[in-house]
């Protein structure tokens, strides 16, 4: 099996994570795997949604979007046809959970964060991407609210991080791009944290059923995959 | 660990299958797993989606619905809201899917066949009753196209069920009802085929991550209630 | 002029109403006119609308749904159509002004009674049976508020039943099934108390302009059947 | 009893029929029922929808709209709120069942018209100025249409009329102006052809049931009063 | 170059201003530039937007809109298609813009002022001529304010009106009329104030672009024309 | 009269166009207006909307849109609420108005172009930074149909820019940025051609009428300003 970029089966694309991308939001970061390139930004707003009211409780809650010509053919306009598809209430449902886990929604007061993660390039990994990428956005919005009094320290965060896997042509392989995730028989996202945990592992038999020794195998590579990120979202905080 | 329903951590609720519950659908089945109730029909119609037309290849698609007052609370009528919510589109995207890897599309000729899902009653595991029933509907479905010429012969079917499993005080247990499923560490839903090979592996972390042992420990017990509901099928589509 | 289903012009189907149909509702009945099968739950939460705000007066609203194979031909989920129909709106609008008759609205505090109706099986008829049903379920749900102390004492209710007539081949008939309602001149819906007095009387002219005469001859004829159908409300709640 | 206008029982309030109101439409007809006034227009497109399409046969369909400062108190405009709401669509649906009644669809080879009433000024009894003015509009666009030749002879019109009747502090009245619809016990709207048959009656209890005399009373009241709407429309036919 | 209407270059249509034209609204005016027809109200409330409460300050808002049959063809209503178009916003907008700019509006105290301009016929330049009408019903609107007490005196208005002028046929025209509008190489609408400022100066090229001359040359046609809607103004406010 | 940014009254802020800025689409460019940076893309499509089939005819498009966090305070996603807001449509009506007047359309066959501008950062001015940087993707999307042969040679353009104006604490300012947008007097948009024509001029009045001197000194400002965007346009297009 050879992959369309010649990567390895366990080799990753280049990431990158640069923060401060823009310059109105409490946290702002380009999150590019290989040509995906994502705009994730947090944003703090005071007020929880009702049902937290008076609670003393944060929330985190995420949008996700693509620009129409993200991807080789230009897709509709979501806010022109007047509804969120189903794919993108999905993806945004995922991208706040996984969130969600990564902080003690107490320690926010009652505070909100939006994550916007908004697609400019898609090539595969739109949600990992996002998902690894909008970690590192809500740090820096938890230092900005810490910073300007909003919270009396910065919470503890558990990191999260998020990789494709897939059995492409009968083998597993790490990071699919958008040729292998077309082609692939089998598509797993997985979300971890940096504890090692599982937040979420959604497996989807595209052509074929998967057995559980691909599913173990696919796990592995994952796992492997998700410890680089965290090492590059480390790395990005340590600037 | 002592269940709310005094449940062993292995045991499935009672599950029936009733066919023929609606007169008009050409597949038509009420799926019961305890107290969660929903209504399952297959309807066939000729002709197929746009990106299909001239390939000679048919498609399956499936709504899901819940009644205001299916729920402990009622919840407001997505009709009358104007438009499905995100777990509904969730919902629905997953037992389409999960039906298309029970057919060979090509044996359906340019039909479309339309799963509806429409919860009367819920007590947890909406989902995998769903496709549990859906997939009894759909085989009487194919059966009526033979039947009144619209195809030569019924295509062969591979099965398909449906379970969810969960972490639930610590422990793994097999099909959560609503009081279990509101309280569980993790939630994972598993689609299967009879051949034992897996469609869909959703696994979600509610309130603490899950391991790779909790996940191989859920997976199994997973594998063995969906040969249970297998066998449900099989003697239900004797009659 | 022979009926469809053979039935002299003065006879009704079959009915039955089945109280406690689902278990979350304070009000549930399945009502079944013949093959006319229409899930009637009555829900009461406090509160109400912004216009009877601190009056002490309650309100009673409806709502009104098919499951999309209820009927002959698949019709599209309104849900996903993301608006309900003109003649969704006529019927759900038509249930709740005939609900609001049966009660004081100031016996019963600053609450509100959601009715649902949802068809699971249409075989003409569906909107007179709804009424019928959910004035049962109506009585129920207010039995439950006294139980629970929402309510003092269980307001007197004056019951409320409806029945179709038309003029099919020339002669008033009662009760409609789907045959007939298509192939009808006239349609006829009437509401009326248990008191013998008029809610709703609405007919229309598919075919032929109607004359008195017939309109005297299908109000007796609708009279008749709605006394049965008192009947059928009393032998249910005695139960 | 004293009406509020000071009205007779059985007096109607002045009605005026002005054809050729606005320049562009096929028809276009200003009624006014004294302070209810309302633009009718008739508009004529080749081309009829999906249903009809190769069977020779026409359309007519209607719709109804408010203008926001119509009423005492200004309504939300149903363009801005994005959705027409109940009472609209089913006084259009009224509207179109009773103006399909007036022409033999076959005659009017496959066009489609468009009856648009649009209240300027709203006091009562509006959907059957619309309905008296639209019959008016449709034989000035029929006319049309055998002018510029779309037809070829102007195909009989049974000639449609409607009141309001009510009863009103316990007497039936006739032509409810908005002081009355608004404490009236029970309205009634009553479509006649001018052949003396019943297109639609459709009545309302309001506050308390009405008897079978009550209704024989008021549709007395009616005929009389439609009578008279059909001289009017005569009379405005024949300038 | 001569006009279709045959008018000289600098000659508008026939204006005219009915005021009180509906007799719910506090300003109810018919404006009318030839064959073009306005309906324009303006309806008082208590209360203003979210952003101004507690300010002390009023609001003044518009709403545009036509019916289906104000234009040569039939347009589909808004309120059925579910959204309003670009169009309509763009003009409403611009309406209530224009009228902000009249009063001072911490003199309406926390009253907000909903500007309607409904065309009942269209034959070019309804913009200008519903902001025109649109100033004669908020003076009207002013004085029933202060009539009934809601506020201590009548403020002082800066009468606002509107013209368009285009480019037709190579030379500078002023009122384009609908034939000219849809053959113009470029088309201006212009808003004025009483003093002379200018409010809105929006010019379009449709064929060719348009020369700073030819832009200077339009803006003194429409100076001078909208000086005789503000002697038409003042006319209809003396009655 | 000092600018916030310190720049001269006639000074525009840093412009940069970066071509091929995305890889999937035809025409593809960054534009930036000091700190306000738009996505520009430009995407062909084969066909054209209905009322050009058969014409030979092409057409240009355009849509509009601003990341939820491209602004100081977070605003609501359009996709989410439903709709595009009014400034939205109005914004994305003028950038292909605009365009349109850039090359003739029947040079392009029967292809569309859709223009999506989407900003990531808004500093003020993101509609002329749009028009400016819309036109250079547009001439790469052409040429790109020129190679890959779906039209036969380039057609000429003539390039089009836009700047902002306005009157700021009571003189001309070239070039407004947020700052000064918010307090202006008077905000002019301007579009022009490399010829010197105009294509748009649409002036308002936020706080004060302004005079016929200001618009020409406006005018004159935007003049030499666009020439400049001319000369980026230019050097971007030949590297």
């Given amino acids: 099996m050879i992959r369309p970029s010649g990567r390895a089966a366990d080799q990753m ?7 401060h991308y823009t310059k109105h939001a409490e946290g702002s970061v380009l999150v590019e795997f290989g040509d995906t390139k994502v ?19 944060g929330w985190i809650t995420a949008e996700y979007g693509m620009l129409p010509r993200a991807t080789g053919e230009r897709m509709q306009r979501e ?16 991208i706040g959970r996984s969130l969600r886990a990564a902080v003690d929604l107490k320690a ?51 990191m999260i991080a998020a990789i494709s896997v897939g059995i492409y042509q ?30 979420e592992v959604q497996g989807t038999a595209e052509a074929a059923p998967f057995t559980p020794q691909e599913l173990t195998a696919m796990l592995e590579l994952a796992t492997a995959g998700i410890n680089e990120l965290f090492a590059a ?3 990005a905080l340590a600037d």
């Fill in 13 to 19: 694309r280049q990431v990158t994570l640069t923060r």
């Fill in 39 to 57: 705009i994730c930004t947090a944003s703090v707003e005071g007020g929880v949604p009702r049902f937290l009211r008076g609670t003393g409780q």
């Fill in 79 to 94: 806010a022109s046809k007047g509804k969120q598809g189903g794919r993108t209430l999905e993806i945004q449902r995922l």
């Fill in 108 to 158: 926010l007061g009652e505070n909100t964060i939006y994550i916007d993660c908004d697609v400019i390039q898609a090539d595969g990994g739109t949600r990992t991407a996002s998902i690894t990428g909008a970690c590192v956005a809500l740090v820096d919005a938890l230092r900005s609210m810490k910073q300007r009094g909003a919270i009396k320290k910065v919470p503890s965060v558990q």
């Fill in 170 to 199: 009968g083998s597993p392989v790490l990071d699919l791009d958008y040729p292998e995730d077309s082609a692939a028989d089998t598509d797993l996202n997985v979300v971890m944290t940096d504890k090692g945990g599982f937040i």
């Fill in 233 to 235: 979202q480390l790395a």
